[in-house]
């Protein structure tokens, strides 16, 4: 799938789930349980279409390996602090997901 065509999909789960929602509070208890099913069924898509996503743009991206070089060849002699700025001044930011073992680090370099 190309990413264009899964943000697509994703777009139109959302819009379903929020179509669906809007729903349940005017459904009955048998009704309110068959589109709460169906909701979990489309949140299931929705986040494996966003794993994927992610997985697609992680191989897209390349990253500059050069200012690392230097530090990396005398990590072992560098103190805990210095590790630290390192890490510090080349990570922008790390996420990691609660759904799933998903992380994704985003380099400043």
Not at 8 to 20: F, V, W, Y
Not at 46 to 53: A, C, F, G, M, P
Not at 54 to 67: C, L
Not at 76 to 96: F, G, R, S
Request: cysteine-free.
């Amino acid at each position: 799938m190309e990413v264009e065509s899964i943000k697509g999909e994703i777009l139109k789960l959302d819009t379903e789930i929020r179509s669906l929602m809007d729903k349940m509070a005017e459904a009955d208890d048998v009704v309110f349980a068959y589109i709460q099913q169906r909701i979990k069924e489309l949140h299931s898509r929705k986040s494996e279409l966003e794993r994927k996503l992610q997985t697609k743009a992680r191989k897209r991206m390349a990253i500059n390996t050069k200012p690392l070089v230097e530090p990396l060849a005398m990590w072992d002699t560098l103190t805990v602090q210095e590790k630290h700025d390192v890490a510090a001044e080349m990570i922008e930011v790390v996420y990691i997901s609660h759904h799933s073992e998903d992380i994704e680090i985003r380099f400043s370099i």
